[in-house]
C-alpha cells in the first residue's frame, strides 16, 4: 500500500534563507509524487509534481524538489525564503493506475522576518 | 475561470442532525474525491469516483457517512447521525483520470463543519 511520511510537523526558516520540507514515500511501484500548498482557509494547490520525466523538478513560486528512487524521497527546496511563503505544504502520491492520492500530514512553514 | 464548487462554506449543527455537503467538480472532470481534514489526522481520504463509479469508499466510517454522484455535476457527502467528533474541514477536488493518476487534483474551498 502507498504511503507518504512527511517530517516535521512545523518548520521555521528566516526570510531569505534556504527551505528544506522532507517527504519520504513508500509504494510498491514507481509512484506519482506531489507538493500541494494551502493558505489560511483555502484549498490545495498544486505546487509541483513528478511524473517519471526529470527527476529535478521546478514547480511554481520559485519551488523545486528532487526524487530519488534510492532514498524513497521527494523533498521540496527553496533557495531564499520569502514571507508569502507562509503556508502548509502537503507531500502527496498516487500510485500509477489506481487513481488514489495519499496525502501525508503536512508541514507549517513558517517565515521570520 | 474554471474551480471546484464546495456548499456550505460553514455549517454549525447539533449532535444526531444530519449534514449533507455537496460538490460540483470542474466540467469534464471524471475523478472526484473526498477528504476530511482536521489537526490531528491531516488530509484523510474518504472516498473516491471514477466516471461517478464509486471506487474506494474504505476511508470512510460506514455506519453514518455515505457519498454519491447523483450525476456528473454533483456528488454529495452526507452525515447521518452527525457527532462531535465529525467536526473537521470537508474538501472535494476533481480531476482528470487520463493521466493514469499523474493528473493533478483541483480542490474546493472546504465545507467546515462544526458539531456541537
Known amino acids: 500500500a502507498q504511503s507518504v511520511t512527511q517530517l516535521g510537523s512545523h518548520v521555521s526558516v528566516s526570510e531569505g534563507a534556504l527551505v528544506l520540507l522532507r517527504c519520504n514515500y513508500s509504494?510498491?511501484?514507481?509512484?506519482?509524487l506531489f507538493w500541494y500548498v494551502q493558505y489560511p482557509n483555502q484549498g490545495l494547490q498544486l505546487l509541483l509534481k513528478?511524473?517519471?520525466?526529470?527527476?529535478l523538478v521546478k514547480g511554481i513560486n520559485g519551488f523545486e524538489a528532487e526524487f530519488k528512487k534510492s532514498e524513497t524521497s521527494f523533498h521540496l527546496t527553496k533557495p531564499s525564503a520569502h514571507m508569502r511563503d507562509a503556508a502548509e505544504y502537503f507531500c502527496?502520491?498516487?500510485?500509477?493506475?489506481?487513481?488514489?492520492?495519499?496525502f501525508g500530514t503536512g508541514t507549517r512553514l513558517k517565515v521570520l522576518a | 475561470d474554471a474551480r471546484v464548487t464546495q456548499t456550505p462554506r460553514d455549517k454549525v449543527t447539533e449532535m444526531g442532525q444530519e449534514v449533507t455537503m455537496r460538490c460540483q467538480p470542474i466540467?469534464?472532470?471524471?475523478?472526484v474525491f473526498w477528504y476530511r481534514q482536521t489537526m490531528m489526522q491531516g488530509l484523510e481520504l474518504l472516498a473516491y469516483?471514477?466516471?461517478?463509479?464509486?471506487?474506494?469508499d474504505s476511508g470512510m466510517p460506514k455506519d453514518r457517512f455515505s457519498a454519491e454522484m447523483p450525476d456528473a455535476t454533483l456528488a454529495t457527502l452526507k452525515i447521518q447521525p452527525s457527532e462531535p467528533r465529525d467536526s473537521a474541514v470537508y474538501f472535494c477536488?476533481?480531476?482528470?483520470?487520463?493521466?493514469?493518476?499523474?493528473?493533478?487534483?483541483?480542490f474546493g474551498e472546504g465545507s467546515r463543519l462544526t458539531v456541537l
Open positions: 477536488a476533481s480531476g482528470l483520470s487520463g493521466q493514469g493518476g499523474a493528473g493533478e487534483l483541483f
Open positions: 509504494s510498491s511501484v514507481p509512484p506519482y
Open positions: 513528478y511524473t517519471s520525466a526529470a527527476t
Open positions: 502527496a502520491v498516487s500510485e500509477r493506475g489506481t487513481y488514489k492520492y495519499i
Open positions: 466540467l469534464g472532470h471524471n475523478t
Open positions: 469516483f471514477r466516471n461517478r463509479a464509486p471506487l474506494d
